[in-house]
Structures are given as C-alpha cells and as structure tokens.
C-alpha cells in the first residue's frame, strides 16, 4: 500500500455487480444460444412425455450425462417416425435454458433415429400396431367382384396409372363404367385427398348419383412407381383406417412390384402393378397411350419443380429473424403452460388417490358391521313394546267393561220400569199421558194400567181424594 502511495498509484476493489436470478438466467440463455445455436446431439430418448398440445419433452441420455430436450408441435408433426423410450437418436437444435426453473435444455428442430431411416422406422411403427389390431387377417378381406360393371379409381388424373388402367379396361371390357375421382398420390395433401375418395365411393351405396346409376363395386388406388418418399403418403395411419372400413372391396395398385405400403397390407387385394390391377379387377387386355403417358410426366415434372420452389421459398421465410424470435417467446409460453397442466395432473391424480383411500376405508367399516346383529336387537325392542302395548290395552279394557257395569246398574235402579217390580203401576188416559191427579178424571174415562208384565185397561167409576 505504501509502495503504491509513493508510484501515485491509488488502490481501488474491484466494483461488485448484484445481478437478480431472473437477468442472470437470461443473460446466460442469451450467450448459449449465440454461440450453440445449430447442434447435432445424440443419445437415447427417455421420459418421453407428448401432452395434449402435441409438444414433444424428453430427456438425451448416454452412460454417464443427460440434458433434457423440447420439441414444438411445429416441428414434431413434421417427424416421419413415432418417438419412443430407448430410441437411439440424432437431434438438431440450439441450446438455450428454461427460465423458470434455470434448466439447461435443447431446443430440437429436427430429429432422426440412428440406424434405420425415419420413413423405414415409421412404416414398421405403423404396421406391427396394425396388425397387432388384426386389420390385416385375411377373414376380415372383402371377395372381389368377378365382372364389375361400374368400377371406381382413386389417382392423379394425369398420371400414366391411370391410363394404363383406362386401357386394359377398354380393350377387355368396353361396357364397364369408370367413375374417376382425381387426388394426390404424393405430397402432403395426398393422403388426405385420396381419404376423400374412399369417402365418396362409399357414400354411393346409400344415394344414386344424378344419372341415376348405382354404386361403384369394386375401388382401386392406384399409382406409378417412385421412391419410398414418393410412396410415404400411402403409409399414413389414417388411410389405412379407412381402406379397411370401406364397405366396397379394396384394390392396392401402387408402385412396382416389389415396393409395399401399409395400404397394401389393409387393402383387400393387392395388385403388383395398375396395369395388373386393371387385369385383376376385369379380364380384359390394355393398351397405352404413349402420347398421353409423356404429357403426365412431363406435368408431373413441373408440378413438383413448383412444389420444389415453392418449399424453398417457405423455407427462406421462415428462417427469418423476426420470425423466430416470435416463434421462441410462443414456445416459452407454451412451454409455461405445459408445465402448469403436468402440475394440476400431479395434484388431481394426488387428490383422487386420498379419495380412493377414504372409500377403501369406509368400505371396509361397512365390511366389518353385522347388519343381522343390528336387526335382530331391533325385533326384539319392537317384540317388547308390542306386548307392553297389549297388556296395557287389555287393563285398559277391563276398566272399561268394570266403569261401564257400574253406569249400567245405577242407570237400572233409577229407570221408573224398575219400580214396577215391586207391585206399582203406571196409569195412563186415552191420550197416552201419565195420570199422577185423579182430580183430572171424570167418570167414564178410559184408563190403561202397565204392570211389570202385561197391560190392563179400565173405565173410571169414581174418584176420591185417598191419603
């Protein structure tokens, strides 16, 4: 100190910053995700949790580190294969960290399972849990109808399927009927569209178009050749649903020979080819027309040269800065609420087991109650009253008989009939009156005299004053 007096040099502690939690997290966040913002990561899935909100938040593991991973809808509905615990996969992201709880995390944009592709992975996903369901045993397969009359085809308008289709048809059966209802069979969209086939066909069975025809009896889906990208829409889940819920029998004509599809496994009959689809459906011989097979690839290599393009395009926007930021402050929110929504799960499920307790308690107090006991000491009170109440309703009526004797006897011995018992009569005039004054007779008055039994009647022949 002293030295540095004398050199002029003044001593100075170095200045303290107090950073909060919240700017000390955001700052580290900040740094984490300049300088890793595109990692590739691998490791095995564990804890996989996919909420309602279509989010994807697992955990990568190897032996001896961890770091858990969020995947947002946006990207997660773009994964060909279904992520499963113990898969060994390859994630691309940035790593950033969740404020809420100052947790290192990566935040994925894109995941691939090591190994197998991602198309490969989730065709074979798919298939063990369909067959699982039985959806491809033979005893659930409509029959084929041996000579179709009307016939309706699921493909692209211009593709060379279906003319080859159209072709064969026309040369073995020129009376048949095609209906035609144009979808996708590639892209995003296709399954969709070719669903919407399925749906009109069988709408048939209940209501006739506007010629009057019937239904179609037999469907056909139908596509050239291609990759197994080109192919991966007919591997859609809910496609083959409703292949195997049509109520009109299911033909599968889609790629060579040696490319399979889901659909090919759920459709009732499986075709090599369109043309031997065609041959299948109708003996009949097919003929191509190489002008109109030409203008279909040709469209077809425009329609996706402007999908190419157009992709490309989204692509470019939606790496736009602005754009991402927007995006990352809703996946923090949403983020927030899921984390909220496992909370109230972990509360609820904590709730319904202390009211499951409780009813397991209560059930066994009822369990261990004899109700005969109970019943039986019940009888017995009631048995004791009723004789209680017999006894003293029989005094009661004793009582009754005795008071009513005693009334009946004083009643008799004030009855003037009484009298007459003792000798006494009680003498009457013609009108029926009680004559107790001999004062009111004359001579010659009816009288009648009533003794104790018997009445007699009489003529005044006088009367006198007696004592």
């Avoid at 004398?6 to 300049?34: D, I, K, M």
């Avoid at 490791?43 to 001896?64: C, M, Q, V, W």
């Avoid at 009057?212 to 859609?236: M, P, Q, T, W």
């Avoid at 299948?280 to 040709?298: C, G, K, N, P, Y």
Wanted: charged share 25%; glycine share 8%.
């Amino acid at each position: 100190m002293e030295m540095a007096d004398q050199l002029g040099f003044q001593f100075r502690p170095p200045e303290r910053r107090v950073w909060t939690v919240r700017a000390l997290v955001s700052a580290v966040r900040s740094h984490l995700e300049r300088e890793y913002s595109d990692c590739w990561v691998e490791g095995e899935i564990s804890n996989l949790r996919i909420p309602d909100s279509g989010h994807l938040y697992f955990t990568l593991k190897e032996e001896a580190a961890q770091i858990r991973v969020v995947m947002f809808r946006s990207s997660a509905k773009l994964l060909r294969f279904r992520p499963e615990n113990g898969l060994q996969v390859t994630v691309r992201g940035r790593i950033t960290v969740y404020e809420d709880r100052g947790e290192l995390q990566i935040s994925a944009e894109f995941m691939e399972p090591q190994g197998a592709g991602a198309l490969q992975l989730a065709f074979e996903q798919l298939k063990a849990r369909l067959a699982a369901e039985g959806l491809f045993e033979a005893a659930r397969k409509k029959a084929i109808p041996a000579l179709p009359q009307r016939i309706g085809v699921i493909t692209s308008p211009q593709g060379a399927a279906l003319r080859d289709i159209l072709n064969i048809l026309a040369r073995r059966h020129h009376s048949a009927n095609v209906v035609i209802y144009p979808a996708q069979v590639q892209g995003e969209a296709a399954a969709g569209e070719v669903m919407a086939g399925l749906r009109y066909f069988n709408q048939g069975l209940r209501h006739r178009d506007a010629s009057g025809s019937r239904s179609v009896e037999v469907i056909i889906i139908a596509r050239g050749g291609g990759s197994a990208e080109d192919l991966a829409c007919f591997n859609h889940e809910g496609l083959a649903r409703a292949v195997a819920e049509s109520k009109v029998p299911v033909i599968s004509a889609i790629g060579h020979e040696t490319d399979f599809t889901i659909v090919d496994f759920v459709a009732d009959l499986r075709a090599p080819t369109p043309s031997a689809a065609a041959e299948l459906v109708i003996r009949s011989r097919q003929e191509i027309e190489a002008q109109a097979e030409d203008l279909a690839r040709r469209l077809e290599r425009a329609l996706r040269y402007r999908l190419l393009m157009a992709r490309q395009e989204l692509t470019d926007r939606a790496q736009h800065g602005a754009f991402a930021r927007m995006m990352d402050g809703i996946h923090r929110r949403q983020q927030k609420v899921d984390e909220q929504r496992f909370r109230l799960e972990k509360a609820e499920r904590q709730l319904l087991e202390r009211y499951h307790r409780r009813c397991e308690s209560v059930t066994a107090a009822v369990r261990h109650y004899d109700a005969r006991r109970r019943l039986a000491a019940v009888r017995q009170g009631l048995e004791a009253q009723v004789g209680n109440l017999a006894g003293a309703m029989h005094r009661r009526l004793l009582e009754g008989r005795a008071a009513l004797d005693r009334t009946a006897a004083s009643l008799e011995a004030l009855s003037p009939v009484a009298i007459l018992k003792r000798g006494y009569a009680l003498v009457f005039d013609a009108q029926g009156q009680l004559v107790t004054d001999a004062a009111r007779l004359q001579i010659g008055d009816e009288l009648s005299a009533r003794l104790e039994r018997g009445l007699v009647r009489a003529r005044v022949t006088g009367t006198g004053e007696g004592s």
